[in-house]
């Protein structure tokens, strides 16, 4: 009983040495920020804070006296005894100091967590990040991973931040927790908004199109040597060389999918693992592609190097996160190991005289080169790829290897070609008659083969023009806390060109478009690309006119010929609503009051077509409970199994019947009505819609 008391009284003083860090002076120090030093530093780190367990909204106004309230630092390790004192809830608060040149300006505000967040900025909340709770079964978590928010301060120069912050999934299983994250808190920085914008949009378009393009790439490598393993299986080497290049196309795969996923731990955790395990065994299945061409049988150091591949994926499960940089040394041994033993077979290959070995010499040398480059950067800390001449050298180290082994493969199917060629020589003393028909059988394969390659090509082109159009689509809704908005689009199977967008001012004010583009497939999608390019620098102009002339010059510049869009935009600011369209059906406006459906009937030619064209402006007040609907052509022009139109005055009808209900409700009502209206027929252009509730 003694040596547990003792215990105790240890590990509450090692908690308050490590976590809470006895504060230096009786208040912390405020941070000092301006628009000169966020120039200069770049980021501002916000550490220490003041902390206290629990939960009470009063603790984010800027007058509470948080004097007796702890010091800490934000991120909360998990270690013993601090990690398993962490309760999962409590507030942080920080004052900060700005001089004149941050007044009634924004800055950029990053979090990085594995929780859920309320930033408050002197009592008013300004951000959210998941969903804060007192219990696990509420709570929603989040990971921000880092993108920068806006932070408007107001005219006075002392500021209060305060954060609400919960992770009761870390104290649910502190053991699971600790083995697979760092920290139970979160980490904060702010920095001049600008150049953290531009940065952090240039960072993941430059990393996600790398990751797609050569994913892509790899997995049609993999995909067509595996065709020709399948229908040819005495060529091993194309086996070999498909799970390689398939090896490479998961790793970059993962590498992408991990962008997208939120708040799924076990994602994270999962993710982690098999890009471990993909990229571990990248370098076998490049072993044995060589081995499968210059030895008749797998030598036994093969198989060491399988059982050490296995081994090792199984370690990265279960190595907790502290041990990561061992592991990490131990993946760069295995990668050097291996690389070198594929350096060791082409020298002998040289030296032996085998046949091509140079050809494949001139590809490993190069990936030796590269692979042991690129480990030593990441290593060092230093492995982002953010500039255009450092993907381009990635991307030509990445191929080399891949590229000498096709050569290599398309010579000896060249080789092959030429072997059955001279074999054609020996059947010319067949009868004229059976090799006539034997030309004949070989022309309607080869139509039959053409045709479907025409027919695959089309048909990767709609599905092409598809990702482009969804890829246009906004990933996340404004949250704003007057306004509640539901989004849907359905592609039809003949591709057309609908796209939605947002855009909020920095007044608040809520710019929404909805647009169709004319004709079908990549041309369509081409120009849902040009329109979104142009929305996004011009939705902040307050004049919509203006934007639209603007729109229909630039694509006018850019010689689309007959293409143009359709294109409704509406601007919401508190209470007032302007909206124009240019050739967009009707929108719709539900007023609670009158308890009946406004139809806005604004003609207007797509934009690009006339220069200068006398669009109308429409301006009129909205009231709590008012809804607005934007659609496309699709719903009101869709055709059912017996060639009759939905129309448009059904429309208005049904929308006046259901317009009480929420957004999500009301486009789950609207996706049913379509269903019924089509009875299993396909749809015969896109259909969308956007709903906006004013609260």
């Known amino acids: 009983m003694r040596f547990k008391k003792l215990y105790l009284i240890i590990s509450i003083f090692i908690f308050h040495l490590l976590f809470i860090s006895s504060t230096i002076a009786t208040s912390l120090k405020p941070v000092r920020l301006s628009a000169d030093s966020l120039k200069k530093h770049s980021t501002s780190l916000l550490l220490p804070w003041k902390y206290h367990w629990g939960d009470d909204f009063e603790w984010a106004k800027a007058g509470f006296d948080d004097e007796d309230w702890d010091t800490v630092r934000t991120a909360i390790p998990t270690i013993k005894p601090v990690f398993d004192l962490f309760e999962g809830m409590g507030w ?75 992770n009761f999934h870390a104290t649910k299983d502190k053991g699971w927790y600790k083995k697979w994250f760092n920290y139970a808190g979160f980490k904060v920085r702010i920095s001049e908004i600008n150049s953290s914008i531009l940065n952090s949009v240039h960072s993941e378009g430059i990393t996600l199109s790398v990751n797609i393009g050569i994913s892509a790439i790899f997995l049609a490598l993999a995909f067509l040597y595996f065709i020709l393993f399948f229908f040819y299986s005495m060529k091993k080497e194309n086996l070999y060389y498909s799970l390689f290049t398939l090896f490479i196309s998961l790793s970059f795969l993962l590498q992408m999918l991990t962008r997208f996923n939120h708040s799924n731990l076990e994602f994270f955790i999962i993710d982690d693992f098999l890009r471990s395990m993909v990229t571990i065994f990248i370098f076998p299945s490049y072993l044995a592609f060589l081995y499968s061409i210059f030895y008749k049988k797998f030598p036994k150091q093969f198989w060491l190097f399988i059982i050490t591949a296995i081994t090792m994926s199984f370690i990265s499960y279960y190595l907790s996160r502290g041990y990561e940089k061992i592991f990490n040394y131990l993946i760069f041994g295995y990668v050097f190991i291996t690389t070198v033993e594929g350096l060791r077979i082409i020298i002998v290959a040289i030296k032996t005289k085998k046949e091509n070995a140079k050809i494949l010499g001139i590809g490993v040398t190069i990936f030796v080169i590269f692979v042991i480059t690129m480990f030593v950067i990441g290593l060092m800390g230093k492995g982002n790829i953010n500039s255009l001449w450092g993907v381009i050298l990635f991307f030509l180290g990445l191929i080399s290897l891949p590229t000498s082994m096709s050569v290599y493969l398309a010579r000896n199917i060249a ?52 990702e482009l159009q969804l890829s246009m689509l906004p990933k996340k809704l404004p949250k704003l806390p007057n306004l509640d908005i539901a989004v849907y689009m359905k592609t039809a199977t003949e591709v057309g060109g609908d796209y939605y967008d947002f855009h909020v001012n920095i007044d608040g004010t809520l710019t929404v478009v909805l647009g169709d583009a004319t004709g ?5 999608g081409t120009m849902v690309t040009a329109t979104k390019s142009l929305f996004s620098s011009y939705a902040g102009q307050s004049d919509i006119l203006s934007i639209f002339h603007e729109m229909t010059r630039c694509l006018k510049d850019l010689n689309f010929h007959m293409l143009s869009m359709c294109l409704a935009m509406i601007k919401i600011k508190d209470n007032k609503i302007t909206l124009s369209s240019a050739g967009i059906p009707p929108i719709l406006i539900f007023r609670k009051n009158e308890n009946k459906v406004e139809e806005l009937i604004i003609k207007g030619m797509p934009l690009g077509t006339i220069d200068k064209f006398p669009y109308q402006i429409v301006e009129s007040q909205i009231n709590s409970g008012d809804t607005i609907l934007l659609m496309s052509d699709g719903f009101p022009e869709l055709m059912n199994g017996k060639n009759q139109m939905y129309g448009y005055h059904h429309v208005t009808e049904f929308f006046e019947q259901i317009a009480r209900n929420e957004p999500e409700e009301i486009i789950d009502k609207l996706i049913h009505e379509i269903d019924l209206w089509k009875n299993g027929s396909d749809p015969n252009d896109d259909v969308t819609f956007v709903v906006i509730k004013i609260k």
């Open 92 to 166: 942080f608060r920080r004052t900060i100091i700005i001089d004149s040149s941050l007044m009634n300006k924004a800055v950029a505000f990053h979090m990085w967590h594995y929780g859920a967040s309320q930033i408050y900025l002197n009592g008013k909340l300004v951000h959210e990040f998941g969903k804060v709770a007192n219990n696990i079964s509420e709570e929603k978590i989040y990971q921000p991973r880092n993108i920068p928010i806006s932070l408007l301060f107001g005219k006075d120069s002392v500021n209060l931040l305060a954060v609400r912050y919960s």
């Open 520 to 524: 079908h497939g990549m041309k369509a």
């Open 415 to 466: 080789v092959t070609n030429r072997e059955l060629e001279q074999q054609i020589v020996t059947v010319k003393e067949l009868s004229a008659k059976q090799i006539e028909q034997e030309r004949k059988n070989a022309e309607l394969k080869l139509q039959a083969e053409l045709a479907e390659a025409e027919n695959q090509r089309k048909t990767k082109e709609l599905e092409e023009a598809r």
